[in-house]
Structure formats: structure tokens, C-alpha cells
């Protein structure tokens, strides 16, 4: 059996450990108890973090507890979140299951809310909604066949002609 003061009790608790605030000696801290570090999900960090999410935004990331590096936020769901099905999802709304489909969500039919995430993190979102994909070499009338979004600036700001769209599906 081994001790770790530095774990999460989250970390302890995804290498099946004991966490506790007191020792065997009856000495306040915070002391994880487990027989061997066995991460199954992401050992970064000298922690085990149960989710590996794209972000470019290391100050969200560490806001919500999270360890950010090359990109990833590698964090546990926080009870601020949604833990549906092994996934966290950063929002809950009552949308379609079609418009829950489009922000590529877990649309529960019991409750009739759509779960989600931010997943725009190469992409646009308008009207709450996200289109991953993104064309410079796209007319504004074939944008508008295949159902993207077109626009004269891209998400970072730079000018040009810009279509954003959720698959291409030309329909015509």
C-alpha cells in the first residue's frame, strides 16, 4: 500500500485509491491510499485525468481544474458540468434532436434536452450553432447550397470570403 499526498481526489479515486484528509497517525492533510498508480484514462501531470479535450484556451482550461498542454485540457467533470454515458458536456439546453444532432450532442428523449459541448474550436459558431468546417475557396451561392454559413471574415478576425458549413451536402 502506498501514500501520495500531491493526488486529486479525483486522480485517487480513478486509480482506485482511498482518499482521505487524515493519516493512519490521525494527522490532518490530504492522503491518497492506493496499492498501485494504474491510470487507465490520461496520466499527465503526475495526475490521472479522466477526459482529454481540443481547447485553445489554457486559462478556461485551468479555470475549470484543468491541466492544459499542446492544446488539450486534460481535466475531471467538474459538478458544474454534465456526466452523461462517460462523456462531460459543458451545456444542456432544450433543443431539436436535430439542432442537438448539429452541435453534435447526446440528445436524451426522457428529459427532452440536448447535452453538448463547445466544439468550435477550428470553427464558427452563429445562432448557437457550430459548422467545424471551413472553405476560403467556396462562392457565397455554393456556400448557401450546401447549407454553411458565409461570411467576409473568419473566426480569428482576418478578411477574405469564408465558408463555414456542417457537412458538405449539396442538395441541388
Same mark, same amino acid.
Given at each position: 500500500?502506498?501514500?501520495?499526498?500531491?493526488?486529486?481526489?479525483?486522480? *485517487?479515486?480513478?486509480?482506485?485509491?482511498?482518499?482521505?484528509?487524515?493519516?493512519?497517525?490521525?494527522?490532518?492533510?490530504?492522503?491518497?491510499?492506493?496499492?498501485?498508480?494504474?491510470?487507465?484514462?490520461?496520466?499527465?501531470?503526475?495526475?490521472?485525468?479522466?477526459?482529454?479535450?481540443?481547447?485553445?484556451?489554457? =486559462?478556461?482550461?485551468?479555470?475549470?481544474?484543468?491541466?492544459?498542454?499542446?492544446?488539450?485540457?486534460?481535466?475531471?467533470?467538474?459538478?458544474?458540468?454534465?456526466?452523461?454515458?462517460?462523456?462531460?458536456?459543458?451545456?444542456?439546453?432544450?433543443?431539436?434532436?436535430?439542432?442537438?444532432?448539429?452541435?453534435?450532442?447526446?440528445?436524451?428523449?426522457?428529459?427532452?434536452?440536448?447535452?453538448?459541448?463547445?466544439?468550435?474550436?477550428?470553427?464558427?459558431?452563429?445562432?448557437? =450553432?457550430?459548422?467545424?468546417?471551413?472553405?476560403?475557396?467556396?462562392?457565397?451561392?455554393? *456556400?448557401?447550397?450546401?447549407?454553411?454559413?458565409?461570411?467576409?471574415?473568419?473566426?480569428?478576425?482576418?478578411?477574405?470570403?469564408?465558408?463555414?458549413?456542417?457537412?458538405?451536402?449539396?442538395?441541388?
Amino acid at each position: 500500500m502506498y501514500v501520495e499526498s500531491s493526488y486529486t481526489v479525483s486522480t *485517487c479515486a480513478n486509480i482506485g485509491g482511498f482518499f482521505t484528509v487524515h493519516n493512519t497517525q490521525g494527522e490532518s492533510g490530504r492522503f491518497c491510499y492506493y496499492l498501485q498508480f494504474n491510470c487507465t484514462y490520461y496520466s499527465i501531470n503526475n495526475q490521472c485525468y479522466r477526459f482529454k479535450t481540443v481547447t485553445n484556451d489554457k =486559462t478556461e482550461c485551468s479555470s475549470n481544474g484543468g491541466y492544459y498542454q499542446h492544446g488539450y485540457c486534460y481535466n475531471h467533470c467538474p459538478t458544474s458540468k454534465y456526466l452523461i454515458n462517460e462523456t462531460c458536456y459543458d451545456f444542456r439546453s432544450a433543443y431539436t434532436p436535430q439542432k442537438c444532432k448539429e452541435n453534435r450532442g447526446y440528445f436524451n428523449e426522457k428529459e427532452n434536452y440536448c447535452y453538448y459541448s463547445e466544439n468550435c474550436v477550428s470553427g464558427y459558431t452563429i445562432n448557437q =450553432t457550430c459548422y467545424p468546417f471551413a472553405d476560403s475557396g467556396y462562392t457565397a451561392a455554393t *456556400c448557401t447550397n450546401i447549407g454553411g454559413h458565409f461570411t467576409t471574415s473568419n473566426n480569428r478576425g482576418q478578411s477574405g470570403q469564408f465558408c463555414y458549413y456542417i457537412q458538405f451536402n449539396c442538395s441541388l
